[in-house]
């Protein structure tokens, strides 16, 4: 009998599933949720990323006809006492949780840890339930858009100087399709149901690397019209996945406006187009579309940077000229 309610804590801590005939173990997680007209949000408050971090297991519904961009590197957790804190990043979850270290958590007595691409709980010398690298990296909410009466389920991680006893989860940030913004929603009240004695341990920063946000940004003048949907950062450049389409009668001559597009920073820093490593071609057909990237000097990895205007001035069809200008928030 012991040994059943012990394997059923580890099942809760890590939030697997459990049957019905468990439900009288008292669960490792507490819930806050709030309800706006165009979005509901639940948050679930996992203590299986101790030491490391505060999950907050988020799940989202859009209530609207179109479709809800969310970044979640805009949230913060403000806890009872201390300052607000902002997430952490993906990468840094993932090399924390299914990097190097042990994972001593210290919880209902368990603890675990090793080596490697996972991270366990284990009781004696039973076998870890582990949760890879990928699995971790599949739970982490990252920006980008949630169609319309659509749902989605995925993790946010904070690490607050101290564990707080109760937070409130700010989802701010949120925008329409067309880049519009929606007034921000508080979960309230969020707690957490184990709170270890000690701070949580620090974690080293991992390797710098490429990261890739997906976008869904448009502008449009006269017939042109250019979308950006994806850009990836790395230390080398910065490189946007653009379409461009034409729906005038005659060509769009692209190749002047190309050497002259900029990428202007939240800060005001501008950065120039690499020409020779950019493949976006310099003609776009009549009404028909052209796909490629633009390839700019390396930005600031966000959240180092969190917006940038593209200007991409003097698109010539036929003889008129048109500038294009499009808002990317990261």
């Not at 403000?78 to 804190?85: E, R, S, T």
């Not at 991992?206 to 950006?228: E, W």
């Amino acid at each position: 009998m012991r040994w059943s309610v012990m394997v059923v804590s580890i099942l809760l801590a890590l939030g697997g599933p459990i049957s019905a005939a468990s439900a009288q173990t008292t669960p490792s997680t507490l819930r806050c949720r709030a309800d706006a007209p165009f979005l509901s949000a639940a948050g679930t408050v996992h203590t299986r990323a101790l030491p490391y971090f505060v999950e907050v297991e988020l799940t989202l519904l859009n209530k609207t006809q179109g479709g809800i961009r969310i970044d979640p590197w805009r949230f913060a957790l403000v806890p009872d006492q201390g300052d607000p804190v902002s997430p952490a990043s993906p990468e840094q979850v993932v090399y924390a949780l299914g990097g190097p270290g042990p994972l001593n958590v210290g919880l209902f007595g368990f603890f675990g840890g090793g080596r490697g691409s996972s991270f366990g709980v284990a009781v004696g010398g039973a076998v870890p339930l582990n949760l890879s690298a990928r699995t971790i990296d599949a739970r982490i909410l990252r920006a980008g858009e949630l169609a319309s009466g659509a749902s989605l389920r995925r993790s946010v991680y904070f690490r607050p100087a101290s564990w707080p006893a109760q937070f409130t989860l700010l989802l701010d940030g949120l925008a329409v399709s067309s880049g519009a913004g929606l007034p921000p929603i508080e979960l309230r009240n969020c707690q957490m149901s184990f709170r270890p004695s000690e701070p949580p341990v620090a974690v080293t920063p991992p390797p710098l690397g490429a990261r890739t946000i997906v976008l869904s940004a448009r502008a449009d003048t006269g017939p042109v019209a250019v979308s950006v949907s994806s850009v990836e950062f790395t230390r080398q450049a910065t490189t946007l996945t653009v379409v461009v389409e034409n729906s005038a009668e005659v060509d769009a001559d692209l190749f002047v406006a190309i050497g002259e597009t900029r990428l202007v920073d939240n800060t005001g820093k501008a950065y120039a187009v690499r020409m020779l490593r950019s493949d976006l071609p310099d003609r776009v057909g009549s009404r028909s579309q052209g796909r490629g990237r633009l390839v700019f000097e390396p930005l600031p990895i966000p959240p180092a940077v969190i917006s940038a205007a593209l200007t991409i001035p003097g698109v010539r069809v036929g003889a008129e000229a048109y500038d294009i200008r499009l808002d990317l928030r990261f």
